[in-house]
């Protein structure tokens, strides 16, 4: 049985939630007080965790900020630094370029198009794979270490923790990827993949950031 609760705070909240654009409103507890509103407060509740996990990453971007703006010689002699090569811009595309497979593969999940949503879901794991295994391979051919000054320290944790998500996220893609097999699993609901996307999203905006940041930011 459904059970609804009024609205009766002075601001009209689910008059202005209801002109929200459909994109945002998968982020928030839209169900009008609908108790069985189980995926829209998941979301939400999933939402309030990113936000969580920015304030992290915002702090650690300030502080190189800061490093980088208070040290005139951020460089040691002899390092030449992270440089945007040709590899890191391929690494980057590929990661960026995930986002919209794993979007396409909701999309065919919403529609019971099992088929498609496993072959991108697959896909989305194996363009985050591969970010990975260059980031690697760019760490050993550095020509600074992580107690190399300050560059190294802070790069390494940037990039360090960056790819700790990129690797949750895979896990989280691998686990959902297996319960897509189970008979009727998804019939009802997909939150877990919904929020699997919504964090594979967050992953790509953060490098981004960090891209810019770290790569384009030149002394």
């Known amino acids: 049985m459904t059970h609804t ?5 002075p601001i009209p909240i689910e008059k202005l939630l209801r002109l ?5 409103k998968r982020f928030l507890p839209t169900g009008g007080g609908d108790a069985d509103d189980h995926h829209g407060r998941s979301m939400f509740g999933f939402t309030v965790f990113l936000l969580s996990e920015s ?9 190189y900020i800061a490093l980088r703006l208070l040290n005139p010689h951020w460089l040691p002699p002899g390092v030449k630094g992270p440089e945007l090569s040709t ?18 593969a909701e999309g065919a999940l919403q529609h019971h198009n099992l088929k498609k949503f496993r072959l991108l879901w697959l896909t989305t ?3 985050g794979a591969f970010f990975l295994v260059g980031e690697v391979k760019e760490w050993l051919g550095l020509d600074f270490g992580l107690s190399t000054g300050q560059i190294g320290g802070t790069f390494y944790l940037l990039t360090g ?13 691998v686990i959902m990827l297996v319960r897509s097999f189970i008979p009727g699993n998804y019939e009802k609901s997909h939150f877990g993949v919904s929020a699997t996307t919504l964090f594979w999203h967050f992953v790509d905006v953060i490098w981004v950031i960090l891209f810019s940041l770290v790569y384009l930011w030149r002394t």
Do not use: C, K, R
């Open 125 to 127: 794991s194996a363009m």
């Open 161 to 173: 923790f960056h790819g700790l998500h990129v690797f949750t996220g895979i896990v989280l893609q």
């Open 87 to 104: 590899y890191v811009i391929i690494n980057s595309v590929v990661l960026v370029s995930s986002s919209f497979v794993i979007q396409i």
């Open 5 to 9: 609760h009024s609205d009766e705070s």
């Open 20 to 24: 929200l654009p459909n994109w945002l």
């Open 55 to 63: 304030i992290v990453f915002i702090s650690f971007f300030l502080t």
